[in-house]
């Protein structure tokens, strides 16, 4: 999965959407508090599904929603802890909420429900709340009745900040696995889970090497009796599981064909066993179910939290097709193999027959887990390489989501403080919509799937540098082929002076603006930040005779210029070379090189500069949503029609979200 950050306005282009974008007066931005923004998103198109449809997707939503519990306790073992003490408060307290102190604890109330934990989503690092300790414990006494032992623990537990310091830990020079606060492990060394997986799959001797089961996926490693073992996430969250199958069956009764109703039935199957390899059955029927207009994501799918690269969140969100902008997608999908076969890449590496990359646009109705608040634009799955190498995957552009992004963030003033002159602004004006999304298409729909790994190799031989790896490696693809000629060709952009303002925003945003997002004197430890920066450093540091790129300095500001952007597109083409031969051949230590040189540290100078310029603007770091909510109208207990309501209030989905887990 890939997110964007979009600040870029245009008019009106082929495939986008229908409103008039001036004209539209839905209020996207809902709720601002520390740096983030809290956005509402439209579900556009609901009135033309049918009743079956809307039952379906309502179904799913509410899937999407049951496992809330399971990815904050996968971030942290106390975080469930604290999300109930906080509940409690923001409920129950009945004393003065004007004062200053009671605004800080619910800024951090807030912070702590859009991470899903004490973690900051991005940075991995603790936050902690700005009201005294001593006033939160009179919130804690005055509302829950602890005794003091019990309050001094839990404070302790939010204030101190050697008490899970780092959610995740990327510091190779230190034990991983105990330096992680993540709850993928308990008692357990780094070592001692490296050995335990080696042993579990040389034990494996039916394993079909073509075909790796991805061990420890969906489990937590523990140490019981002195002995390492592992518990199945099934057993773990059973209760929570229990009710996203309740949904997924009442789903399943209402699916649009008996291809759709096979995988939901299959997932079913998946939560009630654990078993790798029906998960595994589960995504391939989930892959070639093409026909079906709703869809779904749920299950334990991203490994980016996990400091080995092989444990996975869990997530879940509901949407159906955006049949217009579908047909951008549709044209890359087709063309598929004509993209694979020009790569830059060694031939080695390329997929002799590139198989069923379905790709289209979406209408997300519903988001959980780790797809909520917080949420990427765009998804490629399955992420097994063996399932889509040889049954395809799904590729799709969050359509709905990337225009609240695109609505929220017009007229924030970042283009005219960053950009050189008013000829990138004006080419990121006309352009700038269109090739975002043409980007997430061209990440998600082919450059996940593209490429190959080599005989033998496992996927998770890149351990904690294989998330930033592999989106490196689908953004450069997006990149190289973005800049391509045969984007005017099929009818993808409208001249070949386009793809200029997307080269332009990347490297502005993977040098300078995405720093704003990094606290001072912090590195990049995020794996989409860590890719961006990796790629912009690597280029810059590669213009040898500084025919691509200068730095400017104008009234004390610092400013980036493009002077030639085909030779910035071969440096591109260059790098996805390397960085797809590193993922093929499982290399640990050219990675390590790559990341390690380019995609971590942050020019402390500019940060400082950055940090200044982007305080004048008063702009949001980060962004989220709200869901929407679902209306059911019934007569007696047949469902007659369910209709969508946008809410504002953040604070009341947190707490109705929290409230509905414990039932």
Not at 132 to 149: C, G, N, R, V, W
């Amino acid at each position: 999965m890939s997110a964007f950050l979009l600040f870029a306005a245009c008019s009106k282009k082929q495939g986008e959407r229908p409103e008039d974008f001036a004209n539209d007066t839905f209020e996207f931005v809902a709720d601002r508090f520390a740096d983030i923004e809290i956005m509402r998103y439209r579900v556009d198109g609901w009135d033309d599904l049918s009743l079956q449809q809307k039952e379906l997707v309502y179904y799913l939503s509410e899937a999407a929603r049951a496992g809330r519990d399971i990815i904050f306790d996968q971030n942290c073992k106390y975080n469930l802890q604290i999300r109930s003490a906080l509940d409690t408060i923001v409920s129950q307290y009945g004393g003065d909420k004007t004062c200053e102190n009671w605004q800080k604890f619910i800024v951090y109330a807030k912070r702590f429900w859009f991470s899903n934990g004490m973690h900051h989503h991005y940075s991995n690092d603790k936050f902690f709340p700005e009201c005294p300790k001593e006033y939160f414990d009179k919130l804690i006494d005055s509302t829950m009745h602890l005794d003091k032992a019990a309050r001094t623990q839990l404070l302790d537990i939010i204030y101190n900040p050697k008490v899970a310091p780092k959610r995740l830990s990327q510091d190779t020079g230190k034990d991983l696995v105990t330096n992680s606060a993540v709850n993928f492990y308990e008692g357990v060394t780094q070592k001692e889970v490296e050995r335990y997986y080696a042993d579990l799959k040389a034990a494996d001797t039916g394993a079909d090497p073509e075909r790796p089961v991805a061990y420890g996926l969906a489990s937590k490693v523990v140490k019981e009796d002195g002995k390492v073992t592992e518990v199945p996430f099934t057993v773990l969250y059973a209760k929570q599981i229990q009710k996203i199958i309740y949904w997924l069956q009442k789903a399943s009764e209402v699916a649009e064909n008996d291809a759709q109703k096979a995988h939901i039935l299959k997932l079913i199957e998946f939560y009630r066993t654990g078993d790798l390899k029906t998960w595994d059955d589960y995504n391939i029927l989930w892959a070639e179910d093409t026909k079906s207009e709703v869809d779904y994501v749920n299950g334990f799918i991203e490994v980016y939290t996990d400091p080995l690269g092989q444990k996975a969140t869990w997530e879940g969100l509901a949407n159906f097709k955006d049949k217009v902008s579908s047909e951008r997608s549709a044209i890359i999908s087709q063309n598929a193999q004509w993209f694979e076969d020009h790569s830059p890449i060694d031939d080695m590496f390329k997929k002799k027959s590139v198989k069923g990359v379905e790709a289209k646009a979406i209408v997300v109705a519903q988001l959980g887990g780790d797809c909520y608040p917080a949420t990427p634009i765009g998804i490629n799955l399955p992420n097994s390489n063996w399932i889509r190498k040889e049954h395809g995957s799904k590729s799709v552009t969050i359509e709905n989501l990337m225009y609240a992004y695109h609505k929220a963030g017009m007229k924030n003033g970042v283009m005219q403080e960053f950009y050189w002159s008013d000829e990138e602004i004006k080419r990121a004006e006309k352009y700038g919509y269109q090739t975002d999304k043409l980007q997430v298409d061209l990440h998600e729909c082919l450059g996940h799937g593209s490429g190959q790994m080599l005989y033998g190799i496992e996927e998770g031989a890149l351990k904690n540098y294989h998330s930033v790896i592999e989106e490196a490696r689908a953004d450069l693809f997006s990149l190289y082929y973005i800049g391509d000629p045969k984007m005017v060709e099929l009818g993808l952009l409208p001249d070949t002076a386009a793809y200029k303002a997307c080269y332009y925003k990347y490297i502005v945003n993977g040098k300078m603006l995405q720093t704003n997002r990094i606290k001072l004197g912090d590195n990049f430890t995020e794996a989409h930040m860590q890719n961006r920066a990796l790629i912009t450093n690597w280029c810059i540091d590669n213009d040898y005779d500084g025919e691509i790129f200068e730095v400017e300095t104008r009234d004390g500001k610092t400013y980036i210029r493009i002077k030639d952007y085909e030779k910035l597109r071969k440096l591109f083409g260059k790098l996805l070379a390397e960085v797809q031969k590193i993922k093929s051949t499982g290399s640990y230590e050219a990675a390590k090189v790559l990341v390690e040189q380019y995609g971590v540290k942050i020019d402390k100078k500019l940060h400082k500069e950055v940090k200044s310029r982007y305080e004048k603007l008063n702009v949001a770091p980060y962004g989220g949503f709200l869901n929407p909510d679902f209306i059911i109208e019934k007569d007696g207990e047949t469902i007659k029609d369910i209709k969508i309501s946008y809410p504002t209030d953040y604070i009341k989905q947190m707490l109705q979200y929290d409230d509905s887990s414990k039932k």
